[in-house]
């Protein structure tokens, strides 16, 4: 079974909606980041979260905001989505940082901006 | 610039043979990720390093801190190997276990 789900797996959104992607694990682990991936790129992290209720800014958080309501759920939102934000998004969870950095990544949500 | 550098960009290599893929840092990393991107787009874990080498099969993977590099061998490249291979860097100081990824290399294996 899955360790880090993702929904919904695609979405087509306008602009100007609000958009929230969210993001479950069962990793029991307590850091969560969401990535975006523009096509032929690698990903680029937007926010991160050590611990419920508590969230970072990433390198490119603007136009992004994330919540991380339990251990197991963090949701990403785009409240007045654009063009430029149509990519696929990843979340990712992990135990630690150093020595246990190693990330797990969920199956990516592919979001598309008219 | 880029914290971190892939080459080559990409590859297209003969069913069989063999091909050493190269990440180069330019922050202090700790420890590195190596992803493997199927077709479909999903991420694949291949190897956590810290400073040292694995190998898992027709994978084998080297990171050198002193250096600041690492490097992922396939050994007997097949089909299935085909997709992006991402490198992923941990910099000393960062907080949270932030990663910071390369722009990846397209493989594509060829009968």
């Known amino acids: 079974e899955a360790a880090v789900t993702q929904s919904p797996r695609s979405k087509v959104a306008v602009t100007g909606g609000k958009v929230t992607l969210s993001c479950h694990q069962t990793?029991?682990?307590?850091?969560m980041y969401w990535y975006r991936q523009d096509t032929g790129h690698g990903l680029r992290l937007i926010h991160y979260s050590y611990v419920a209720d508590s969230t970072e800014k990433g390198d490119i958080p603007d136009g992004y905001k994330a919540s991380r309501p339990s251990q197991e759920n963090f949701s990403l939102i785009l409240e007045l989505a654009s063009l430029s934000q149509t990519a696929v998004y990843f979340c990712a969870s992990s135990p630690g940082q150093g020595a246990f950095a190693e990330q797990f990544f969920g199956p990516g949500t592919r979001l598309t901006v008219l | 610039g880029d914290k971190v550098k892939q080459s080559p960009s990409a590859l297209s290599l003969q069913e069989g043979t063999n091909s050493a893929l190269r990440c180069n840092f330019s922050?202090?990393?700790?420890?590195v990720q190596w992803f493997l991107q199927n077709p479909r787009g999903s991420l694949m874990n291949l190897f956590y390093?810290?400073?040292g080498t694995k190998e898992n099969g027709r994978l084998k993977s080297a990171f050198d801190s002193k250096e600041s590099y690492s490097t992922l061998h396939i050994r007997d490249a097949q089909l299935e190997d085909s997709g992006t291979y991402f490198c992923?860097?941990?910099?000393?100081?960062?907080?949270?276990?932030?990663?910071?990824f390369g722009a990846g290399t397209q493989l594509i294996v060829i009968p």
């Open positions: 390093l810290v400073p």
């Open positions: 922050i202090a990393a700790t420890t």
């Open positions: 992923a860097a941990e910099g000393r100081g960062s907080a949270l276990g932030r990663l910071h």
């Open positions: 990793n029991n682990h307590d850091y």
